[in-house]
């Protein structure tokens, strides 16, 4: 038996990551929800309101809220994207022996799963469900690239900040998946430019006119009357934020920035475990077949990591917008290996660094929503 487990250390990972996993959720639902709780309470009972379609969304099956569809929701999804990432695994890669280690390093991230495990009713998730059925379903027709648009104008109603968290990561796989093997017309490049241009506008919208039009104490009333139970007002206490303009948040970040900035060597650690990960996609760019590949899938990584740089000078959840920008490379190097290309060498499964590695990332639990852990 132990001579079993030696000679497959990276099954063993996932047996243990699925462990922390587990334990990680019990710790999850035993904190009080309270961002995740007041988003399904907002709704567009006031107009047109940012942070409120999933709210919108709830108020159509139910008139009261019960604490607990926090975690019923939110569970539902965690296990769509990880149903969904383990077929766009298999539908990349395959589940063979020689590409397990890459298994692990992305499913058994901290960066990944467990963190959105730990981040239970968040909104982040989303972004990255959405952009795996794009990497799932056919890209052949134009009818990809505007359902890109409207899964991207459905993040902006979610959340505004996903134009800088999700938005970009769905047009690069578009860009790599449809522009890049289909010949672009005329036609397919104006629709894309007239998509990112309605997104854009979507998110102007929702982000500068998508204040409460009633006083704060109205709508905190109203919310409450939403709630299962009533008495639960402390769950109430992040209602501001519908109110809160984007230069209070830019203050608010600036202001923690010196004590969120500790954090770095935390994340510089974390990028650095996962060094075989980012060695292979290096080496999967390089073996692309087409010296344009090359150079559209490199810009389109920076730009990715701008727009995360920006989200860390405006909003302080760094330990989520880190794992969240983990995540987003990871999708996309899914879709590179979908682009025409020589093999390029896999993670070594023996190398002792890179196990050490993949057992570290294994035992550690998540990285975080502000500060590391």
């Known amino acids: ?36 709780y007041i988003h399904l309470l907002a709704d567009y009972h006031f107009g047109f309101a940012k942070r409120a379609l999933i709210g919108a969304i709830v108020a159509l ?42 298994f692990i390093f992305m499913a058994g991230s901290p960066f990944f799963l467990k963190n959105f495990m730990h981040t239970l009713g ?36 979610i959340h505004h900040i996903h134009l800088l968290m999700y938005v970009p990561t769905i047009a690069a796989i578009v860009v790599l998946r449809y522009y890049l093997m289909q010949s672009a017309s005329r036609l397919s490049i104006a629709v894309g430019l007239a998509s990112l241009a309605a997104v854009g506008a979507l998110f102007i919208a929702a982000q500068f ?8 104490t109205e709508f905190v009333a109203y919310l409450q009357g939403r709630m299962a139970d009533p008495s639960r007002a402390d769950l109430l206490s992040f209602g501001y934020i519908w109110y809160q303009p984007l230069t209070k ?52 990584i920076v730009v990715i990591t701008l727009g995360y740089l920006i989200m860390f000078a405006i ?25 025409p290309a020589k093999a390029a060498q896999p993670i070594s499964a023996e190398d002792r660094k890179t196990l050490a590695r993949g057992w570290v990332a294994t035992l550690i639990p998540r990285v975080g929503i502000v500060r590391p852990f």
């Open 249 to 300: 948040e830019i203050l608010d970040t600036w202001q923690r920035l010196p004590h969120n900035l500790l954090g770095i060597p935390v994340f510089a650690f974390l990028i650095w475990l996962h060094a075989p990960l980012w060695q292979y996609f290096d080496r999967l760019i390089d073996a692309l077949s087409v010296d344009a590949h090359r150079r559209i899938v490199r810009a389109v």
């Open 209 to 216: 006119y998508g204040t409460m039009a009633v006083p704060e």
């Open 315 to 339: 909003v302080f959840d760094y330990s989520r917008w880190i794992s969240s920008w983990a995540v987003c490379l990871f999708l996309i190097l899914h879709a590179v290996k979908m682009l």
């Open 61 to 102: 099956f139910t008139a009261k809220v019960p604490v607990w569809l926090v975690f019923g929701l939110g569970g539902a999804v965690w296990l769509a994207t990880a149903g969904l990432f383990v077929q766009l695994f298999r539908k990349t890669f395959d589940f063979d022996e020689k590409h397990f280690p890459l």
């Open 122 to 157: 968040h909104f982040d998730i989303y972004g990255c469900l959405f952009a795996i059925c794009l990497l799932l379903i056919p890209a052949r027709s134009l009818a990809y690239v505007l359902l890109a648009a409207l899964l991207s104008a459905t993040l902006i109603l």
């Open 1 to 36: 038996m132990n001579l079993r487990i030696r000679e497959k250390p990276w099954r063993l990972m996932l047996a243990i990551n699925a462990a922390v996993l587990f334990g990680v959720f019990l710790h999850k639902i035993s904190l009080p929800p309270y961002v995740p």
